[in-house]
């Protein structure tokens, strides 16, 4: 089992930034990806940024020229730099780690969520 926490969630003015960070703890062997996914009230969860081992990197287009992924392996943490905050980045923020085992199978795990609220 992997466990997820993360933090940095808060309330921000519109241009505003914040740093989202996950640590990831517990039966770790291999972490392919780590990632940033968010769900606003009344809507889907949706992808806002992913990060592999290999430091190849996603963007929502959303997002994109505003926000940055990084992570530390050796922490096994993976941040998200906010920059530019609207209010239609207001919501719940979940962390993914995509998880694979000595047998190479690989399985996904969430965070509890932080919440993220862009309001004047």
């Known amino acids: 089992q992997v466990q997820l926490v993360e933090s940095g969630g808060d309330l921000v003015q519109p241009g505003g930034s914040l740093r989202l960070s996950c640590a990831a703890s517990g039966s770790i062997f291999s972490i392919a990806a780590m990632g940033w996914y968010r769900q606003a009230p009344g809507k889907e969860r949706e992808l806002v940024a992913t990060?592999?081992?290999?430091?190849?990197?996603n963007y929502a287009d959303s997002v994109k020229g505003r926000f940055t992924i990084s992570r530390d392996n050796a922490k096994n943490t993976v941040y998200l730099q906010m920059t530019s905050l609207k209010p239609e980045d207001t919501a719940v923020y979940y962390c993914n780690c995509r998880h694979r085992n000595i047998w190479l199978k690989e399985s996904d795990y969430w965070g509890q969520g932080t919440q993220v609220t862009v309001s004047s």
């Open positions: 990060i592999t081992s290999g430091d190849s990197t």
